[in-house]
């Protein structure tokens, strides 16, 4: 991709991220994303055909790696030891906590937050062959493992004890 490209996009995601902060996702306008974002309408549209498009587009950045690693999972691997992919839950999310911490200030985290806890579960269970009819008990646990580590490290950021919460999503998981 174009260092221009990139450099526009981030620039783009980091306006959409700090209006986000401000107003709610219908009061942005796409003129005060382009002021916000350093950019000129045209290569507003160039990108995005509407400011929705645009978010839509900012969020498929934002979680794409995050949804990618569920891809990754195996349950049988999460079920037995659940060390490795813990950490790479945290690593993942860590390595985009400052985007997490700004996000969650923003009018559209509740929902947000949840959708991208729903996509990770259904990537996982996809990935495993798993559902909630015939699999309650691993869903519930795939479930506890994505909803846990997000929520203890938003909670807990930017100051949170990655070790400690590795401790305990480690020994819930296991039931210790």
Known sequence: MDKRIKRTRLAVFNAVLDLATEKELDK??????????G????????HYSSINDCYRKCFDYFTGKLLALGKEIDYNEVSVAPEETVKKILDTVEQNIKYF???RNSYVYNSAVRTVK???INEICQKNNINIDDNYHEVAKVAFLVGGCTDIIMMLSPNFNREEVEKIMINVIKRK
Do not use: G, M, Q, W
Request: net charge negative.
């Open 101 to 103: 911490e700004r996000f």
């Open 118 to 120: 729903d996509a990770f």
């Open 39 to 46: 950019i000129n309408k045209s290569t507003f549209y160039l």
């Open 28 to 37: 942005i306008t796409v003129v005060e994303l382009c002021d916000r974002a």
